[in-house]
């Protein structure tokens, strides 16, 4: 059985962008539909369901056969929402993932508990040797009053493209393949609810020591490059939180992700958290992906690295900062380094979903302007003999 994950069905009223060229053996496996289903291959999405209205939640469409789905009872919005796994029962990182640990201390994991999806089947269609699912989704982010609906699609200038699983590619028992849509959709909400934001402080690997205002002639800070630091606030910590301006843009390529980031650093008196500077600055993240065997190899690296001119910062221009720069790209290049050295073990994921029937996982960046996701599926396991209800990660 083959199962074909496809992007949400989204309707927005902006232009759409072209889709790539079309290859002849490519399979027509678009966001609204299967390629033989007659009613559902047109290039304008359908619209969205009413919210007013409780909807239907798994609307099976069959290509003409005998067999029939299984009755499947009412399931709800609510019952299909991603709820907060608490913290006390996620379990450490095994000795493999420890590098990960590194990247994990620069981001705040609370404020994931701010937000939830929720899910619903939109239709799903078969023939004799597919499977495929539309899935319709939300996101929330709660606040201190009351859960608000982040509205991605007024604030995006794409709308999801008609994606084709292309011919060439070995196929497996899964098959997903994402746009560029869905990563942009996701960083426009995280955006919104300020979830792409990084504390550094005096405890921070590596960074925190580049933002002490004096050291030792055989160790680098601030004041290498930035005097100004060290006489306004000798021997002293400075803190940084850096925040998006605007939502990152995140673009596909062959072997290769780039995203788009313009951001804002305020630095801050690590023990009053008296903010003393602000910095603005944009760059295009490089990240780079192939799998070979069970890992996947990644290399991450800067380019662009700008610091815009509305700055303030010891009330110096923008080009007296370009040592403070290159010291900055260095040292968040060099922790990649380190982290992703070994690559990353998809052995790892496979054993974590194994209780689910998932098992050898594969992660391309196609030329298509996609992402591939494949696995092999364990049917009976991930339908009837999953024993344990929880992903431990």
């Not at 640990?101 to 078969?126: E, G, H, R, Y």
């Not at 968040?332 to 209780?355: K, P, T, W």
Request: net charge negative; hydrophobic share 35%; proline share 7%.
């Amino acid at each position: 059985m083959k199962v074909h994950l496809l992007t949400p069905n989204i309707s927005i009223p902006r232009k759409k962008e072209p889709s790539p060229p079309t290859q002849s053996n490519d399979e027509d496996y678009d966001v609204w539909g299967h390629s033989s289903s007659m009613d559902n291959t047109s290039e304008k999405p359908a619209p969205p369901p009413s919210p007013s209205h409780q909807q239907q939640n798994l609307r099976v469409k069959h290509i003409p056969s005998p067999v029939q789905p299984r009755p499947t009872p009412p399931v709800s919005r609510r019952e299909l929402r991603v709820e907060h796994i608490p913290s006390s029962n996620i379990q450490a990182l095994t000795q493999e993932d420890a590098s990960l640990s590194k990247l994990i201390k620069l981001v705040d994991i609370n404020n994931l508990q701010k937000l939830f999806i929720d899910m619903d089947f939109i239709d799903s269609i078969a023939g004799e040797d597919y499977f495929s699912v539309g899935v319709d989704g939300l996101g929330f982010v709660s606040s201190s009053k009351s859960p608000t609906i982040v509205s991605t699609i007024q604030s995006s200038d794409i709308i999801p493209r008609k994606l084709r699983f292309p011919g060439r590619i070995q196929r497996r028992n899964l098959d997903i393949v994402l746009s560029d849509f869905t990563p942009n959709s996701l960083l426009i909400q995280a955006h919104r609810a300020k979830l792409l934001s990084i504390k550094i402080t005096g405890e921070t690997p590596m960074f925190g020591k580049l933002l002490r205002t004096n050291c030792s002639p055989d160790e680098i800070c601030l004041s290498d490059t930035v005097s100004e630091a060290a006489e306004l606030y000798p021997n002293r910590q400075l803190g940084a939180y850096i925040e998006t301006l605007r939502p990152p843009k995140f673009s596909i390529k062959q072997d290769e992700l780039n995203i788009h980031f313009v951001g804002l650093a305020t630095f801050f008196l690590d023990d009053t958290k008296q903010t003393i500077g602000k910095i603005p600055f944009s760059t295009d993240v490089i990240i780079k992906m192939v799998t070979r065997s069970t890992r996947l190899q990644v290399s991450l690296h800067l380019e662009n690295l700008t610091i815009l001119e509305d700055l303030d910062f010891f009330e110096l221009p923008a080009t007296s900062l370009n040592g403070f720069r290159d010291a900055v790209k260095g040292s968040i290049e060099n922790l990649a380094r380190q982290v992703l050295v070994n690559g990353i073990d998809l052995s790892v994921i496979g054993r974590r979903f194994s209780n689910y029937g998932l098992t050898n996982f594969y992660l391309e960046l196609l030329s298509e302007e996609m992402i591939l996701l494949q696995a092999d599926v364990d049917v009976f396991k991930l339908a009837f003999d999953s024993n344990n209800d929880n992903i431990n990660i």
